[in-house]
């Protein structure tokens, strides 16, 4: 009998990262070792397969390379983990899609052109005196820093905002596939996208559950606790 879920997934650099795949005193690496444990159980159990863009898998690379998670781990996340260019000639978008996005890039570049000229205002009135509790920092330098988080919230929060973010949502749709993100950005072009997607700290449990489905969980090398479900 089959018992195979056939199921895809595309994954984003937020699932690998993100704390909330962490269990108490887990360090990173101990959680991506134990997220490429459910991976591989996962491929081999139930022929259920992983995907990320080159590009998702360069960004990655280099934000666990900064984190010190050794070359085994990232090479067991090679072995897992397929990299995929996403066929960006054949896969289509909806024109609406397109023409929302650019309605709502206009909107947001308004929105940090109002940001800009606030700052700009504050500006004047500041002097060069130091921020109360901070030495090295102006009322100009504060004006500033305030202007970068509020420019950026402006234009990019909740918005495909990199080549990445658009790699993984084409390869999913051109796979049929989930998308596993923290990003809420990417959920939110998902449903514009026709795309299926989960949070990233419930994909461990949900990998957990399948397998757990097939009596697999006693070959895991990282089984699940007790307290975990199941």
Same mark, same amino acid.
């Given at each position: 009998?089959?018992?195979?879920?056939?199921?895809?997934?595309?994954?984003?650099?937020?699932?690998?990262?993100?704390?909330?795949?962490?269990?108490?005193?887990?360090?990173?690496?101990?959680?991506?070792?134990?997220?490429?444990?459910?991976?591989?159980?996962?491929?081999?159990?139930?022929?259920?397969?992983?995907?990320?863009?080159?590009?998702?898998?360069?960004?990655?690379?280099?934000?666990?390379?900064?984190?010190?998670?050794?070359?085994?781990?990232?090479?067991?996340?090679?072995?897992?983990?397929?990299?995929?260019?996403?066929?960006?000639?054949?896969?289509?978008?909806?024109?609406?899609? =397109?023409?929302?996005?650019v309605d709502e890039m206009s909107d947001r570049v308004d929105r940090g052109l109002r940001?800009?000229?606030?700052? =700009?205002?504050r500006a004047e009135t500041s002097g060069d005196e130091p921020v109360a509790d901070h030495?090295?920092?102006?009322?100009?330098?504060?004006?500033?820093?305030?202007?970068?988080?509020?420019?950026?919230?402006?234009?990019?929060?909740? =918005?495909?905002?990199?080549?990445?973010?658009?790699?993984?949502?084409?390869?999913?749709?051109?796979?049929?596939?989930? =998308?596993?993100?923290?990003?809420?950005?990417?959920?939110?072009?998902?449903?514009?996208?026709?795309?299926?997607?989960?949070?990233?700290?419930?994909?461990?449990?949900?990998?957990?559950?399948?397998?757990?489905?097939?009596?697999?969980?006693?070959?895991?090398?990282?089984?699940?606790p007790q307290d975990e479900g199941g």
């Amino acid at each position: 009998m089959d018992r195979s879920f056939k199921q895809r997934f595309v994954l984003d650099t937020s699932l690998f990262i993100t704390e909330e795949i962490r269990r108490d005193e887990e360090t990173l690496e101990e959680a991506i070792d134990r997220l490429l444990d459910l991976i591989a159980a996962a491929r081999l159990e139930l022929d259920i397969s992983c995907h990320m863009p080159p590009s998702i898998h360069s960004e990655l690379t280099t934000m666990l390379d900064a984190r010190g998670v050794s070359a085994s781990t990232q090479s067991t996340l090679t072995t897992w983990v397929i990299r995929k260019h996403p066929d960006r000639y054949t896969v289509s978008i909806p024109a609406d899609v =397109v023409y929302r996005f650019v309605d709502e890039m206009s909107d947001r570049v308004d929105r940090g052109l109002r940001v800009s000229e606030e700052a =700009v205002r504050r500006a004047e009135t500041s002097g060069d005196e130091p921020v109360a509790d901070h030495d090295h920092m102006t009322e100009v330098d504060a004006v500033i820093s305030d202007l970068r988080d509020r420019y950026r919230r402006a234009l990019r929060q909740g =918005v495909l905002d990199s080549r990445e973010d658009f790699d993984l949502l084409i390869l999913a749709r051109e796979l049929d596939a989930g =998308v596993v993100t923290e990003d809420t950005g990417i959920i939110a072009w998902t449903e514009d996208f026709g795309l299926r997607y989960l949070r990233g700290q419930d994909f461990p449990p949900l990998l957990y559950d399948y397998l757990e489905a097939v009596d697999a969980l006693d070959r895991l090398d990282h089984p699940r606790p007790q307290d975990e479900g199941g």
